[in-house]
Every structure is written in C-alpha cells, then in structure tokens.
C-alpha cells in the first residue's frame, strides 16, 4: 500500500513539474519529459506490470488534462513501460549506460507517435523540421534530466524495498 502511495505521489508530482515549473525553463522551446523517465524507471526497476501501470496512470493525467481524447497517450506510456519491464533482468542498480539509452530510444519513439497521430493524420507533413525542432532538442533534454531525476527514483525504489522487506519480517 505505501508502494502505490509513494508512486502515486510521484506521477503526480512529476506530471505537476512538467506541465508547470519546467515550463518556465524550456530550453529550444522544449520541456523534459519527466513522466517518460518515471515509466522507464519503473519499468526497468520492477519490471513489465509495475510499468504498464505507472505508464497508463501517467498517460491517463496527460489524457484528461491535456489530451483532446482519453487514452492515446495512456496507451503509449502503458506500451512503453510494459515494454522497458522486458529489461529488468538485465538491469543493475549501478548500471547507468542502460537507462540512459532506453530513455533516449523511448523519447524518440515517443515523439514519432506523437508526430504520427497528431500531425502526420492532420496533414503536417514536415518531419525533419519536427525532427530537428522538436524530437531531437527534448531528447537531450530528457536525456540530461535523466543523469539526476534516475538516481532519485532508484533511491526510492530501494527504500520502497526496504520497508517491504521490514514489513514482511
């Protein structure tokens, strides 16, 4: 119960951080995607169910605040956490190479869905302009917010661990 708490609290703060505060400091007119790096997170950490369901509540807030239809991107951040859960076998504690890429690989395959439901379909068909204004900027701005933002998440997930542990003794 203080695991899906905790999360909960984490969503939302993140999703308050990137539609709010990180508005004020957009670099290349381009914010971080924080909840992208929650459902990475969480999907490396505890695996494909942990991160279908942290994806789906963090697309499900981007759906009702900002979408114009419930549920695209509910499904894209629930495909995407299911997906990265595939690597939490192989995923280690002090491995920082392994988040790095699969935030960099989920953003850009994150804004290419974007760019296919939400322009290509309305008869924008300028992807390398969105590419190189839109795609490429936010990636390496994710990318950079990574470096702090995961070392955060990972110190909460072994404390959530922890109290866990503790709980079942």
Known sequence: MKRCITIGIIIVVCFLCQSTLFQYIKLGGVVPNLLLIVTMSFGLMRGRREGLLVGFFSGLLIDI?????LGPYAFIYMTMGYA??????????EDVLLPMSMIAINDFIY?????????MLQNKLHFSQYLWQIILPE???????TLFFYKLLVRINLRLK????ADNI
């Open 111 to 119: 804004n290419v869905i974007i760019y296919f439901l939400f322009f």
């Open 65 to 69: 605040f900002f979408g114009s239809a």
């Open 84 to 93: 990265n859960g595939f690597f939490h076998r192989i995923y280690y504690v």
């Open 139 to 145: 990636m390496i701005y994710t990318i950079f917010i």
């Open 162 to 165: 922890r109290v866990k542990e």
